[in-house]
């Protein structure tokens, strides 16, 4: 406060001597400058002189809980005025300017003096004001005339409502002076401030209202958990309002938390911070402002801890001895009993590997752990017998998957005894699978080998063996029930099938479901039962010129048999083709021969094809040979000894189509023909459209026929016959049918009239040449329906044909209604039906019955 003062002092004391400096300065330039005083005056004289305001920002208190307006201040300027007796032109404009900073810095002192720091009053006043009512203060900008109001008489500024720093901390606004009469501006528009002192009106807020953490069980004091934040609104540049200090008002004495930095921390040692014993906890972290002074504003929020886990707890067998009981028949994998050990940790320290260390069951039976249940699973690790061994016992040892090496335990251990059950077991055989030899040439029924299979139950039941007949198809093999012996059923060929496989069956005797299979491997031995052939067929030539000992050939041999030694053939001219031979052979020794040519020429015309026997014998036991009959024909030759021409025997095998492709031809030229023979039928089929197409719609019967008609003459048009009476029927099937396009030259259904001709036995026939002699009946019918169509205006207004059934004026068989027959009540004869045969008797009786029989 004293360097201020000091200050204020400093500033006070220059303030005079700076203005006297700068008035004598004024003054010298004015005597040295006298000549030139009289251009000034003439000059036109400024108006208005340049003012500053001595202030440009207000305070205020926010939160104002008054009932009238909050003062701000009042609003004042600096404006110098030239000394007394002299003009201001005479003045000059930089004098006013020095004399109104000296004036603003002395009327700023005293206020800063008289005043109290946080006091927010200010001045703004103009100096155009004199108290006369002229002058009219006018403000603008944020919240002008809502806000904040001025008084236009003498611009004191006031806020009309409660303000929130924490919403806005500061308002700009404008301020001028004009002239009420005029409404001219006296001043400048000038802009400042209007900053709120904060008040403490906000409490501290957490970023949230629950948090969640984590620390490992077991911790060290003063591990760090977590860190929680709070915020307060109010201006931390200003007092203590958002000063914070935490502390921890639930949650002792597990935890504690830093006052400053809100991190919060374990307050108890490893011993007393077990998961096993509680595992969350919910701490409440109290943030207070105003540095945790009293009157402070308090906030708070709810922090859940939760402790980790950790691998300080050892499994545990539930029980030291298991008893588990397993048949002897189980196979690999098979489990046997599952063992339970618990753990009081959590996820992956809960996690357990199973151990078998020691007993005589190690070997025979594992164990490995299920993933999901953490159970130790008992399998069979090879195959038990009940009658070797009926028990074992085997000792399991159980730990943590992963272990924590700050935590070290004993390993639990559990005894395990396993009963192996006897069961009815099927024959065993003492191999897995057989191999046998025979010879390809062995007689049937010889043996060839013998297989062996027992029962392993203590009860030994007989055994017996037969073969399964789906791998033996062709039944070349039998087994003997009795004794196991494989021998033959038909004679083997190994250049056919080399290797046979089949599978017997061994079955126990007095129970049939047990049985077994078991592999045997047959392989035929080979003997040389198969002579050497020529490899391929050679097509040989020799050329007419040619030179003695010339090789026209190289041939080899191939042999169906595989001796052990490998194959060594032997190539020589046959007996009958050794004398007067035109070629010899000569052997390479490397199972190949060469033909070669024992004359300087031949003559294509006197002899074409030479036929050359060639003797190829093998050297294994016994020894097999046969005769190859090589052909060598003779050809013309150009000088590099290549084939030009040879006899036509030769030509027909000369490259051409081959048979395969003539086929070909030949059916793609059938298939062709038949196409064409199929279309042509096809176009010369037509389709005849039906007279009636449609029963409802009878109107394109009209319009459908394809050939001219004979006008309404022409009665062949439709047959009517099945109108006509039967008596007339016979003599229709008598006449004679005509063309349609030919009109009829007489008259068939309306003849102009009937002549019968009396006959022997006085019936009416009709005669031969009428064959339509009852159709007046039918006329009528059909002129009666024409005249009720003409005559009805309902009838549509095209050509339509209209059908009719008409059965005629009566029958042979006259009316089988009873609807038309004698009354019922009349007396009836029914004995005439006996007549008619035993069939029509009983219906006699029936009928002929009196009613009182009946009754």
Request: proline share 5%; net charge negative; aromatic share 8%.
């Amino acid at each position: 406060m004293r360097t201020i003062l000091l200050g204020f002092v400093c500033v006070l004391c220059l303030g005079p001597s700076l203005f006297a400096l700068s008035l004598n300065g004024r003054r010298i330039e004015a005597v040295d400058g006298e000549g030139a005083a009289a251009a000034v005056r003439v000059e036109k004289l400024l108006k208005r002189v340049r003012r500053g305001w001595m202030w440009n920002q207000f305070f205020l208190q926010e939160e104002y809980t008054g009932s009238d307006y909050q003062y701000i201040g009042k609003l004042e300027t600096c404006s110098p005025r030239p000394p007394c007796g002299s003009t201001e032109h005479e003045y000059g404009l930089e004098t006013r300017e020095a004399s109104a900073r000296l004036l603003c810095l002395q009327k700023i002192l005293v206020l800063f003096l008289t005043l109290k720091p946080t006091f927010a009053l200010s001045f703004l006043q103009s100096d155009q004001d004199h108290g006369n009512g002229v002058v009219k203060y006018v403000l603008s900008g944020e919240g002008a005339g809502t806000i904040f109001v001025i008084d236009e008489n003498n611009g004191d500024l006031h806020a009309t409502r409660r303000l929130d720093r924490e919403e806005k901390a500061f308002y700009i606004l404008k301020a001028t002076v004009v002239n009420k009469r005029t409404g001219q501006k006296l001043e400048p528009e000038t802009e400042f401030t209007v900053k709120l002192h904060d008040i403490n009106d906000n409490e501290p807020q957490f970023s949230k209202e629950v948090y969640s953490g984590s620390v490992p069980e077991r911790s060290d004091i003063g591990t760090s958990v977590m860190q929680v934040t709070a915020t307060d609104a109010d201006d931390s540049m200003y007092g203590n309002s958002a000063k914070l200090v935490y502390s921890i008002s639930q949650g002792h004495p597990y935890f504690s938390v830093d006052p400053n930095t809100g991190v919060i921390r374990t307050a108890l040692g490893p011993g007393d911070m077990d998961r096993e014993q509680k595992e969350h906890y919910q701490v409440v972290i109290e943030a207070k402002d105003m540095a945790g002074q009293r009157g402070g504003l308090t906030g708070t929020t709810v922090v859940n801890i939760s402790l980790t886990d950790v691998n300080d707890n050892p499994p545990r067998f539930t029980q030291s001895i298991y008893q588990f009981r397993v048949p002897e028949s189980a196979k690999y994998g098979t489990p046997v009993g599952r063992i339970k050990a618990t753990d009081k940790d959590i996820g992956r320290n809960a996690e357990m590997n199973f151990t078998i260390v020691s007993g005589d069951g190690m070997e025979m039976f594992n164990i490995h752990t299920d993933k999901d249940t953490q159970e130790g699973i008992i399998t069979v690790s090879k195959p038990l017998d009940y009658e070797k061994k009926p028990s074992y016992t085997v000792e399991i040892q159980v730990k943590n998957a992963q272990e924590d090496p700050r935590f070290q335990f004993a390993a639990s251990m559990a005894t395990v005894r396993i009963a192996v059950e006897d069961v009815d077991e099927p024959p065993l055989f003492d191999k897995a699978s057989y191999l046998m030899e025979v010879k390809e040439d062995a007689a049937v029924g010889v043996a060839v080998g013998s297989v062996s299979a027992m029962d392993p139950d203590g009860a030994r039941s007989m055994v017996k063996y037969s073969i399964d007949r789906r791998t033996d198809m062709d039944r070349l093999f039998n087994v003997h029930a009795g004794n196991g012996s494989v021998f033959l059923l038909k004679s083997l060929d190994r250049e056919e099938t080399a290797w046979h496989n089949i599978s017997i069956i061994a079955t126990e005797f007095h129970n049939p479901r047990q049985s077994s299979h078991v592999p045997v491997y047959i392989r035929l031995l080979d003997i040389n039962d198969n002579a050497p052939t020529f490899a391929t067929v050679y097509e040989t030539f020799v050329c007419e010129r040619t030179k003695a000992g010339q090789r026209i050939q190289t041939v080899s041999a191939v042999d169906a048999d595989e001796p052990s030694a490998g194959h060594k053939f032997f190539f020589s001219l046959a007996p009958e083709g050794t004398h007067r031979s035109n070629f010899t052979i000569r052997d390479n020794g490397d199972n190949t021969a060469g033909i070669l040519t024992r004359r300087a020429s031949y003559s294509r015309l006197h002899q074409s094809v030479y036929l050359v026997p060639v003797v190829i014998t093998d050297s294994d036991y016994p020894m097999q040979s046969s005769t190859g009959t090589l052909t060598v024909r003779v050809c013309t030759c150009d000088r590099e000894g290549n084939m030009e021409l040879c006899n036509a025997e030769a030509l027909s095998s000369s490259p051409g189509l081959s048979t395969g492709a003539l086929i070909a031809i030949l059916l793609c030229a059938i298939i062709l023909l038949m196409i064409v023979v199929l279309f042509t039928a096809l176009k010369r089929q037509r389709k005849q459209e039906p007279l009636i197409i449609s029963k409802e719609d009878v109107r394109d019967n009209v319009v459908s026929y394809n050939d001219e008609g004979g006008g309404e003459e022409d009665t062949q048009a439709f047959d009517i016959g099945a109108l006509r009476h039967p008596d007339a029927a016979a003599a229709l099937e008598e006449s004679t049918k005509q063309r349609r396009d030919i009109i009829p030259t007489d008259t068939l259904l309306y003849p102009p009239h009937r002549r019968p001709a009396p006959a022997a036995s006085g019936l009416v026939m009709p005669p031969v040449s009428m064959v339509s002699r009852d159709n007046g009946d039918v006329r009528e019918f059909i002129n009666q329906r024409v005249l009720e169509n003409d005559c009805n205006p309902t009838a549509p207004p095209y050509d339509s044909l209209a059908t009719y059934a008409y059965e005629g004026a009566g029958s042979v068989a006259e009316s089988l209604s009873s609807l038309g027959s004698a009354s019922s009540e009349a007396e009836q004869d029914y004995h005439y039906l006996s007549d008619w045969g035993p069939r029509f008797r009983k219906l006699a009786d029936l009928y002929g019955a009196e009613d009182s029989d009946f009754s």
